[in-house]
């Protein structure tokens, strides 16, 4: 017989509904219409397949947010960490270039005023030789500089140092030296007087200082002879050293050095003045100046020339003396910069070496080796300390260097000879590794810290977040589980899938729609009734199935002398057994009402043999009613087992 077999559109709301088909029972049908309670499992049901995939999703998206937490927070915290680190080094470069330039500047700007000072104190004096000339006819190198103590003291204070030591070193021609020897023994006690005066001596009167203290004679310090003092006999001119500032230079050292010839004292003073004869410009050059007889420091000797004559512009002017400048670098650099600008190195450079160590320094055999041009300080705010004779920077603040010309004398290189070296010094300044350091502070790690502790927190919240939904997720998959076997139960996989498809599409064809929940608030849902007009039901053509009907004999009168309770306890046992026999046979229920029970053999799956299936089944179902009903007397009385089943069935 054809056969119709149909699933509601609803999974929420199972409804029993009959099919219509001819009947062919044996006996009659007694009791009320009414569903079963409990179906056998015709089929394995695992959890819903969609089910499945969202909780893989949903595994997914957590993996993927703690992977995004992850990587923000280190790149976060790698980032906070350079950028800290980044703005400490710009706070360290700027702090190094501010304290580099004002150490520079200040540098300069000594030097400068000293220059100018030098120039107009070398102008000074040639301009009152040449008034002295006119009035007393007197000429160079026979003239004295009056209260030569308190003028050298004033030149000496633009220096910024108080280490300086000036002298004036007076040219002396050949045919001059035994005149200058008598002219020097009778003019260096008086300036020694003024000196005495102005400077204080009390132990020594200038008569005893030039006595116990002075060569009266033009002399060089003989090295063939044991460095005594020789007098000079080769030919040509002196450059004798006459006035001095301060007196005492050390004990034991002859006081100014007075009648002493700088040409043989120190060929660098030699090379100096011949490019100044050259020139006719100041010159430095870098050397070592002798504290004592055990001990030099770095500086530089500076000699401005003076000339013969007031007028300061005149090209054919003669160079009658030159000022000489002892300048010690330690000293010069002190006072550069205030206190707390600490942690700079410099480096002093000289485009020409030295040509030999000064006379003095010579005696000791560790300082007679090759000469050296370059020096390193270390300045920290007003002090300064010597690192050594070469340059002891750290190479890896190379490219932070400040690099300027400090003393450019301006000389042009062709007026010079070939191979000359022109006299130029550089300043080149590096910070050190503790100015960095001080500029090193714990923010990159306290930010780190804090974007962790920010990670952390937001973590915890996350999975706290994650829990609850979770376990909210969880109960609804429990419900949807549930749901899903019940409607397993009741219907074929492939009507059940066919329900859940159904079921999503109409969900997006209503989605947003008004819904009307009717004069008592129940939802269309709620009568069994699809919510989509026009939708197609689900129903599939058995063309050849057969039907199996089971009565149960006896259950009017027998249910009207029970208990309700006991009436369910009847139906829920044989029905039971009745949906295992199902089961086992590949019988499928197609509803119970009342005391009668239907199924049907051939569907959903098609089989050729249907009909002995049926039969086979309403046999067992016959011998299963037996059993059950001897089994329940004891609990629901005698008559229980009188209790019988008629069955019919249809092809």
């Known amino acids: 017989m054809p056969f119709y077999s149909s699933g509601d559109e609803d999974i929420r709301s199972v409804t029993s509904r009959k099919s219509q088909f001819t009947q062919h029972s044996i006996g009659s049908s007694s009791g009320s219409r009414s569903?079963?309670?409990t179906t056998a499992p015709r089929q394995d049901v695992s959890f819903p397949t969609v089910g499945k995939q969202e909780e893989a999703n949903v595994l997914r998206a957590r993996c993927l947010v703690a992977l995004i937490l992850l990587l923000a927070v280190t790149g976060v915290a790698t980032a906070a960490n350079l950028l800290v680190k980044q703005q400490e080094r710009s706070d360290f470069e700027h702090q190094f270039e501010a304290y580099a330039t004002q150490f520079v500047t200040v540098a300069r700007s000594r030097a400068n005023q000293?220059?100018?000072?030098l120039d107009s104190f070398a102008s000074s004096v040639g301009a009152h030789a040449a008034a002295e000339q006119a009035l007393l006819n007197t000429s160079w190198p026979f003239h004295t500089i009056p209260e030569w103590s308190v003028q050298a003291q004033k030149l000496l204070q633009l220096a910024g140092t108080d280490d300086l030591a000036v002298a004036v070193a007076h040219i002396v021609q050949e045919d001059e030296r035994e005149q200058w020897n008598s002219y020097s023994a009778q003019h260096t006690p008086l300036w020694y007087q003024e000196s005495v005066d102005h400077e204080g001596y009390t132990e020594y009167t200038a008569q005893e200082l030039y006595v116990s203290k002075t060569i009266p004679f033009l002399h060089f310090y003989d090295p063939e002879n044991g460095f005594l003092p020789s007098p000079v006999r080769r030919p040509g001119e002196v450059l004798a050293i006459y006035q001095g500032y301060p007196m005492g230079l050390a004990p034991g050292i002859p006081l100014a050095a007075t009648n002493l010839d700088l040409l043989q004292a120190s060929q660098q003073t030699e090379e100096l003045y011949r490019i100044t004869k050259i020139?006719?410009?100041?010159?430095?050059?870098f050397t070592r100046i002798p504290i004592d007889f055990e001990a030099t420091i770095p500086g530089s000797q500076i000699i401005q020339p003076i000339f013969d004559g007031a007028d300061t512009e005149a090209d054919d002017r003669k160079i009658c003396a030159l000022i000489v400048l002892r300048l010690p670098w330690l000293g010069y650099f002190k006072n550069a910069l205030t206190k707390g600008e600490d942690g700079i190195v410099v480096v002093l450079e000289s485009a020409c070496p030295k040509l030999v160590?000064?006379?003095?320094s010579s005696?000791?055999?560790d300082l007679t080796e090759s000469d050296r041009n370059i020096v390193t300080f270390q300045v920290d705010g007003p002090n300064a300390v010597l690192l050594g004779d070469s340059d002891l920077h750290d190479?890896?603040?190379?490219?932070?260097?400040?690099?300027?010309?400090?003393?450019?004398?301006?000389?042009?290189p062709s007026q010079l000879p070939e191979g000359t070296c022109v006299p130029t010094l550089r300043l080149h300044v590096y910070p050190t590794a503790e100015l960095e350091a001080s500029f090193q502070t714990d923010k990159s790690i306290i930010y780190t810290v804090v974007v962790v502790v920010i990670f952390v927190f937001t973590s915890l919240v996350f999975l706290l977040y994650d829990f609850s939904v979770g376990r909210r997720q969880r109960t609804v998959m429990d419900r949807i589980a549930k749901q899903d076997r019940i409607v397993s139960d009741v219907f074929p996989t492939a009507i059940r899938d066919r329900l859940y498809e159904n079921q999503a599409k109409n969900m997006r064809n209503e989605n947003g729609a008004e819904e009307d929940d009717g004069p008592l608030g129940l939802d269309e849902n709620f009568y069994g009734r699809s919510c989509t007009v026009g939708s197609a039901p689900l129903a599939d053509l058995f063309p050849s199935v057969t039907v199996t009907f089971a009565d149960l004999v006896g259950f009017t009168a027998w249910s009207s002398a029970r208990e309700p309770h006991q009436v369910f306890i009847l139906l829920e046992t044989i029905y039971g057994a009745f949906d295992k026999l199902a089961y086992r046979h590949g019988i499928f229920k197609v509803e119970t009402v009342g005391d009668c029970y239907v199924a049907a053999a051939g569907l959903p799956e098609p089989t050729d043999d249907h009909a002995v299936v049926a039969c086979r089944f309403?046999?067992?179902?016959?011998?299963?009613?037996?059993d059950v009903t001897l089994k329940l007397e004891v609990s629901l009385g005698p008559d229980t087992s009188d209790l019988d089943l008629r069955t019919g069935i249809h092809r």
Not at 279 to 285: V, W
Not at 397 to 402: C, K
Not at 618 to 626: E, I, T
């Open 357 to 360: 160590e000064e006379v003095l």
């Open 395 to 412: 190479s890896k603040y190379d490219a932070l260097v400040v690099s300027e010309v400090f003393i450019d004398l301006g000389i042009d």
């Open 279 to 285: 020139t006719r410009r100041p010159n430095i050059g």
């Open 618 to 626: 309403a046999k067992d179902c016959l011998k299963k009613m037996k």
């Open 35 to 37: 569903g079963s309670g």
């Open 114 to 117: 000293f220059s100018d000072a």
């Open 363 to 365: 005696a000791r055999e």
